[in-house]
Structure formats: C-alpha cells, structure tokens
C-alpha cells in the first residue's frame, strides 16, 4: 500500500541551524507515527514542511501521495494540523471558530454548521461552544484545537505534541481520542517528548535528535533494540521480601536485593523467568507483582543518544540519574 | 492500555474519511466553488469584524483621532492663519477628512497583520486551502469599519463646530466615498510593512510617520503659495494633494473633477503596487 506520509532526505536549515539533517520518516494508512525527541529535535519543523507551511531545502516529501512542493493546495484539502501552540481564534466562540474553518473548506453554510454542531459534541464542548474560545481551559482549548483540525474531514491529522501542558486525567482523556481517530482509518502522525506517549500511541516510532532520525521501530522493538530486561517481584507479604530476593539471586546468578519490598533484577532470557516463576510458586511466596520489564523509552533514548531526553527536554534544572 | 472507557469524549462518527486519496481537488462534503478569493476573503474579514465588536475599544483611535485634529487646528491656528476660527474651519475640514482616512488605517491595520501573523490562528489558515492573499485581504476589508466610523465621527464633530458642507449631499457622499477610497489604497502600504518587518514597534512607528510628509506637505492646512519653495514643490507633486483637493472641491464647491481623477488614479497605483508587493512578499514567505 501507497504509504499515506513519505519523507526522504528532508533537509532544512536556518542560517547555521540546521533544524533538520536529512530525515526519513514513513506511515502506512491509518496508522499513528509517533515523532519522539526532546525540544530543539526538528518535530515542529518537520510538520511545518507536512503541512506545507515552510519549504524544504532538500529531499522529497509527500503526503497522500503529493508532493507538498508541487502540490501544496491539493496537500491542505487532505491534511489536518494542530499546532504546538493554540491555533484557534480566542475572539471567536468555539462554534464560530469551527464554521469559519468549514467555510474555508468551502462547505456550504448549512453543512458548515452542522458539522461544528457535530463536532463540538463529540469533543464535550457543547455546553462552552457559544463563549469565546479564550475564555476556555487548556484542556478545552486542545479539544476546540483537535476539533478545529477535523473540520476538513483529513485523511492525515499532524499534531504537534498534542499534550503538552495538560494534566494527566485530560492526556489520557486526549489519548482516548487520537486512538479512535486512527481506528477510524486516519493516519495520525503526531509529535511529542513524552516518552510514555508515544509508548501509549505510536504503531511506529521515529526517534529525532538534532535532525537526524536515530532510531525507527515499534515500540516494543525500539525497547527490544536497547536490550536489557528487567524482572520485577513484589511479595504480598514485604517480610517474605528477602526470601523473594534469595530465589531471584538463584536464577539469575548474581547479587540481588530487595527494596522497599520489591525485587527487580536484570534477567539475561525469558527461561530465568520460568525459572524465578516456578521457584517462587515451591518457596511458597505469593506475590502481587510479577513481571518481566522491557526498559521504558527513557531508558531507550539514554541508550540511543547518549544522553537523558529529558534533561534536553526541559529548561530547568532537574538533575537525572545518568547510570540509569 | 487500549480498552479504558473514554470519558467526557464521546464517539460520535464523522463523516466518513476515505483511506485512499490522491483526488487533491475536493475536500470532504464540499466541492470546489469559484471565486475562492472573495469568498475567503470575506469569510475572514467576518472573522475579524467579530474580533473588533467582542473589543471595541481597538475602535478607539478612529473615533479620537479626526476629533483632536479638528479642534486642535481650528483653535490653535484658526485665528493666526485665516483670521476666524469660523472660517477657517470650512477651509480646513475637507483636508482633516483625508488625513483621517489615511491615518485610520495606516497604523492598526499593519499592527493586526502582525498579530495575527503570529498568532497559531494563521497558521491553521495557512495549512488550509485558503489563498495566501485572502488572509491579507481579510484584515484589511475588515479595518473598512475604522473608516466609516471616523469619517462619520468626523462629520458629526464638525457640524457641531460649525462646518457647512456648501455643495450638495451627493458631492458630500462622493466626497466621504473618495477619501475612505484612498485612505484603503494607501493602507496597502503598512500591510506591506507589516509583511516584511514582521515586528509590532516597527511596523507602528513607521505606520505613525509615514502620513506626516504625505499629510501635511499638501494644502490640507494653508494654501500652497504660502510655503518655502521646497515644500511647495513637494506639495505639487504629492498624490495626497489632489485627494486634498478633490475633497476641497466636492464639499466646498469649485472644480473637483480632475483633482479626483487624479486621487482614483493614485489610489489605483497604491493598489496595485503595493498590494502585490504585499501579497508577492508574503507568499515567498510561506
Ligand atoms: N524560524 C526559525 N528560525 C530560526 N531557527 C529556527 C526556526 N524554527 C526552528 N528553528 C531552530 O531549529 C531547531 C529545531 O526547532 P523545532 O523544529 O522547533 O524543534 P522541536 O519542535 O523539536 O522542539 C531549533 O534549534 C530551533 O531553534
Ligand atoms: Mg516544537
């Protein structure tokens, strides 16, 4: 199948910024690409070439099947973007703003307006669609912002870290929603830094650093790819925690200790975890928890770049365990 | 980690969006109509009316401004130039009305453009099918309203102190329609300002400094016999001194025609040079 989002070799530079060395990035129809990378990676530069808005220096890029350089308009009819920030109008209530889109996609009134009234629903706005969008919180302004990328019922759907600033009820809440477009058949490539969100999202993960793609995969291969799994063994009961860390200690062969009544240790294969599953079950040790771990995504992009995303991710000051 | 039920966000299908495409010419529900420029052009100046009437203080300056310049020459150099304010006033008024267009929109216009132009909202428009120029012409279409206003403020103000349009309503009218004509023209030249500076300071400065020599090196406040000979020659040959004219002979009689061929003529160059030049710019920006 005709991918739905083919980019090779895309350069774009900014006097001596190279905001972006030659990336690749590729999604099937209707599936979600997950864009990972800290801040100052290339991701909103990256869509701003997708949607047409800014003009590559190099490589080829197609959305759809058309050449953004080409075929700009024909582009915009079969795209959806919201962008890092708000872009909807905070004058305009929330059903004003999704009519002028419907407008601009050359929607005949009536249809303009039934498909604000449509989707506002959809995204719980029903009560706020008469207040100006300014007036919203910033879980509602997402909402108006993703409803507001709809209206032009796109094939693709580009969202620039979609749940930057929410608190995690509504991300989830975001999340619901992105996985239901996808499963109605749009291809969603979307942005962020949050590593559990691409984990949670993404069919395909691209990871980005300083403009290069440096690594491509599922999520569950991209943590495969940096190796390293982990057994993990809460006792029901935490005295029997030392116990617990004896047969662990047993099956993997080297030093293991309990902390705070959990046990976690590196295993080399899945059969040390038969092995600590059968001999935990003979010590007569009933546990809560018991699972073999691949590394989360920030352990991954530790391993893949050499240094913690986060610690680029944000401007302040959190110190971070460099051993991790 | 698939299967939580969704709360708040409830499911309710949208049209249907086709998994291939490729047929680029038509969006979901809508095909493509004519006219793309006007309509869209339309549909964001009523975005921007919008935006003005939930903020009516944006108006302010249109309503301020004809208002302090009238009472501030009348009374300050009435009585030195023509001898009596009264006087002085018919002499003055046609002139105040082309300053005024050409002020109402040289500085707010350019400055909403910015704005906007920073503002995540253009940047959905310009992921959208929608022509680069409308976005442009939107804004401006919409700052028509600051002309309307401050020319019937204008108007009122001037009754109030005494002016007598001396010809008839419909040279009145033809008089109002020329300068709020010229006035848009010319704002065409802080849109491109506005597209190349891209910066609020700038773009209002310049927009606050550009009319003085255009304004005020003409006849709008005393004959031109009276000036240095370097600022006559000026004058002579600035476009702003036939709109001056023109306005001077719709409202208060005497030979109006030629003046006001002249100001179309202008505003037409106005447009047209400074318009693409606008619209031309801010394409290559994309
Ligand atoms: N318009 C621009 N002018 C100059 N530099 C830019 C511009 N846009 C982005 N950059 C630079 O390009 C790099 C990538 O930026 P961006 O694509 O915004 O990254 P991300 O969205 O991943 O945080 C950064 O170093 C940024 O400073
Ligand atoms: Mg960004």
């Known amino acids: ?324 | 980690m698939t299967s939580t039920p969704e709360p708040a966000v409830r499911t309710v299908p949208l049209p249907p969006s086709p998994a291939s495409g490729g047929d680029g010419g038509r969006s979901q529900g809508g095909t493509v109509r004519p006219w793309p420029l006007v309509r869209h052009s339309l549909a964001l100046a009523g975005r921007s009316l919008t935006r003005t009437r939930r903020n009516p203080g944006v108006l302010l300056d249109a309503l301020i401004l004809p208002v302090i310049f009238l009472v501030l020459f009348v009374y300050l150099f009435g009585g030195a130039v023509a001898g009596s304010t009264r006087e002085y006033l018919q002499y003055l008024f046609p002139g105040i009305l082309v300053l005024t267009t050409v002020l109402a929109g040289q500085i707010s216009t350019g400055l909403s453009i910015v704005t906007d132009m920073k503002k995540g909202v253009f940047d959905r428009f310009r992921s959208m099918p929608v022509p680069r120029a409308a976005l442009l012409i939107g804004s401006v279409l919409a700052d028509a309203i600051r002309y309307v206003i401050a020319v019937v403020v204008l108007f009122g103000v001037g009754y109030l102190l005494g002016f007598r349009v001396e010809t008839d309503l419909g040279s009145a009218l033809a008089a109002a329609a020329l300068a709020i004509g010229f006035g848009f023209s010319l704002s065409w030249l802080t849109v491109l300002l506005a597209v190349l500076l891209r910066d609020e300071t700038m773009v209002s400065t310049v927009g606050f400094l550009l009319p003085f020599p255009l304004v005020f090196g003409t006849s709008m406040a005393a004959p031109v016999e009276t000036m240095p000979g370097w600022l006559r020659a000026w004058a002579e040959v600035n476009p702003v001194s036939h709109a001056i004219e023109a306005s001077q002979g719709l409202l208060l009689g005497g030979p109006a025609a030629g003046a006001a061929g002249m100001t179309l003529l202008w505003g037409g160059i106005f447009l047209a040079v400074f318009g693409t030049a606008a619209v031309t710019a801010y394409r290559r920006l994309v």
Request: proline share 6%; aromatic share 4%.
């Open chain 1, 1 to 324: 199948m005709r991918p739905a989002i083919q980019v090779e070799g895309l350069v774009k530079t900014f006097g001596t910024t190279t905001a972006l060395a030659g990336i690749d990035l590729r999604a099937r129809p209707g599936t979600v690409l997950g864009v990972l990378g800290p801040n100052g990676a290339g991701k909103t530069t990256a869509i701003r070439i997708l949607a047409t808005m800014l003009r590559p220096d190099a490589g080829t890029v197609f959305v759809d099947g058309l050449d953004v350089v080409r075929d700009p308009v024909a582009v915009r009819r079969a795209i959806g973007l919201t962008g890092q920030y708000a872009t909807v109008d905070e004058n305009l209530t929330g059903t004003e703003n999704l009519v002028l889109f419907g407008r601009l996609f050359d929607l005949p009134r009536a249809e303009a307006r039934s498909r604000a009234a449509r989707l506002l629903d959809r995204f719980g706005l029903r009560e706020a669609a008469g207040r100006p969008a300014g007036t919203y919180s910033g879980g509602m302004r997402r909402r108006l912002d993703l409803a507001a990328s709809l209206v032009g019922a796109p094939r693709i759907l580009f969202l620039d870290e979609p749940t930057t600033g929410l608190d995690p009820g509504k991300r989830e809440e975001l999340w619901q929603t992105i996985r239901g477009l996808a499963d109605e058949g749009t291809t969603v490539l979307l942005t962020t830094q949050y590593l559990e969100e691409a984990d949670a999202l993404a069919d395909e993960i691209s990871v980005i650093d300083h403009g290069r793609v440096i690594a491509h995969d599922t999520p569950a291969g991209l943590k495969q790819q940096v190796g390293g799994q982990t057994v993990v063994v809460r006792p029901r009961d935490p005295a029997q925690a030392p116990t617990a860390a004896g047969v662990v200690e047993r099956a993997v062969g080297h030093r293991v200790e309990a902390v705070r009544g959990v046990v976690t240790a590196p295993v080399a294969d899945e059969h040390a975890f038969a092995d600590i599953v059968r001999a935990l079950e003979h010590a007569d040790v009933p546990v809560t928890e018991l699972a073999l771990r691949l590394p989360s995504l920030d352990e991954a992009f530790f391993t893949l770049t050499g240094h913690p995303a986060a610690a680029v991710a944000t401007t302040s000051g959190r110190s971070h365990d460099l051993d991790a």
